[in-house]
């Protein structure tokens, strides 16, 4: 099924009669080798989300508020779960700086390879954050770059609304799928250009794929098989990369789909959807681990996204949501930005995760 995107959130900057120019709503307004303008609208603050990237987030009514460029990091644990990631054979010693993402609508921020590329005064790159998501606003790979990232990090983010793993074995919408996404990376990236000197320690690769698969493919007699057929073209993708030099490996597993508003009024398919789903979840730790165990010198991080989700579902109220978690739309109260996707707020408890995952997995 086809979704429109949710168009990005205009960012402006103004310049009214001797008042200095100021930014627009959820734009950088401070962080180190900034040089851009400092105060922003009326009802946004500049708010010090680390060293190197302030913004204008929502809340109160000043327009002239300035930025400091030291902070108090961000906690990123969550309290209320926990979750696991595979320890590092290694761990990385230098920070995480680049990081290249491969995916489908729950990531995809429109990032082009031939626009503007990440730097200091823009980490994602292109478009203008948070880009073009799904979310009505930053979505989990947005506020992982700028808000709850532990050391400056450039992320490349090649995922598109509606990808699968391989468009010769489900072909939801023929657009970019990730064997074409990690295609792309090959070419433009695997040979450490001048835009992105990556190197095996500072360096992430992430992958965030299947619900597309899935979605297109739960009905068939053979799904069981046909997980490990979709699953082993993911890992040959990945071992691509890993010939060109990537280590680090981060995974999401598939969230809990079958309570989509597209999905949960139909209580056979989500019967039918809840149980694939646990299988490829079953089945993508298996593969990550053999990945890891016959590949020397990788280290793998693992997501629990279906955990992260029916968390916020069963608690709602208690992340400000609304306790309706069926219907959908632009508000962030509700879950839901549409039938399929959530807003921002479940995004934002999802990057908090990767974060987290990633630090306890000796990355950051």
């Given at each position: 099924m086809k979704f429109k995107l949710i168009p990005s959130l205009s960012i402006a900057v103004l310049a009214l009669g001797g008042v200095a120019a100021q930014g627009g709503a959820w734009s950088q307004c401070g962080g180190i080798g900034w040089t851009g303008v400092t105060n922003c609208i009326s009802g946004y603050t500049c708010t010090v989300l680390n060293p190197y990237y302030s913004q204008c987030l929502p809340g109160g009514s000043s327009?002239?508020?300035?930025?400091?460029?030291?902070?108090?990091?961000?906690?990123?644990?969550?309290?209320?779960?926990?979750?696991t990631s595979t320890s590092p054979s290694s761990s990385p010693t230098s920070g995480l700086k680049y990081w290249f993402s491969f995916g489908d609508s729950y990531t995809a921020t429109g990032f082009s390879a031939t626009g503007n590329q990440p730097s200091t005064q823009n980490p994602l790159g292109n478009p203008t954050y948070p880009g073009q998501t799904t979310s009505n606003g930053p979505n989990w790979i947005d506020v992982v770059t700028?808000?709850?990232?532990?050391?400056?990090?450039?992320?490349?983010?090649?995922?598109?609304?509606?990808?699968?793993?391989?468009?010769?074995?489900?072909?939801?919408l023929n657009v970019p799928s990730m064997t074409d996404q990690v295609s792309t990376w090959m070419t433009r990236y695997s040979t450490k250009p001048a835009t992105?000197?990556?190197?095996?320690?500072?360096?992430?690769?992430?992958?965030?794929?299947?619900i597309n698969d899935i979605g297109n493919s739960y009905s068939r007699s053979d799904i069981n098989t046909f997980i490990d057929t979709l699953l082993t073209a993911e890992f040959k993708l990945l071992d691509r990369i890993y010939t060109s030099g990537g280590r680090n490996f981060l995974f999401h597993n598939i969230p809990p789909m079958e309570r989509s508003p597209l999905i949960s009024g139909q209580s056979s398919w989500a019967t039918q959807e809840k149980a694939v789903i646990t299988t490829w979840n079953s089945k993508l730790q298996t593969y990550i681990s053999n990945f890891k165990s016959s590949h020397s010198g990788v280290n793998t991080f693992l997501v629990d996204a279906n955990?992260?989700?029916t968390m916020v579902l069963n608690n709602p109220t208690s992340y400000g949501l609304s306790s309706d978690v069926r219907s959908s739309g632009s508000s962030q109260q509700l879950f839901w930005a549409d039938v399929y996707h959530p807003n921002t707020v479940m995004h934002d408890v999802l990057g908090k995760e990767v974060a987290r995952v990633a630090q306890v997995g000796g990355f950051w």
């Open positions: 327009s002239t508020t300035t930025t400091t460029t030291t902070t108090t990091r961000i906690s990123t644990t969550l309290s209320t779960t926990t979750q700028v808000k709850y990232n532990r050391s400056l990090t450039y992320t490349y983010n090649f995922a598109v609304s509606g990808a699968t793993i391989d468009n010769a074995l489900v072909n939801s992105a000197p990556w190197q095996a320690d500072n360096t992430m690769f992430s992958a965030f794929i299947g955990a992260q989700f």
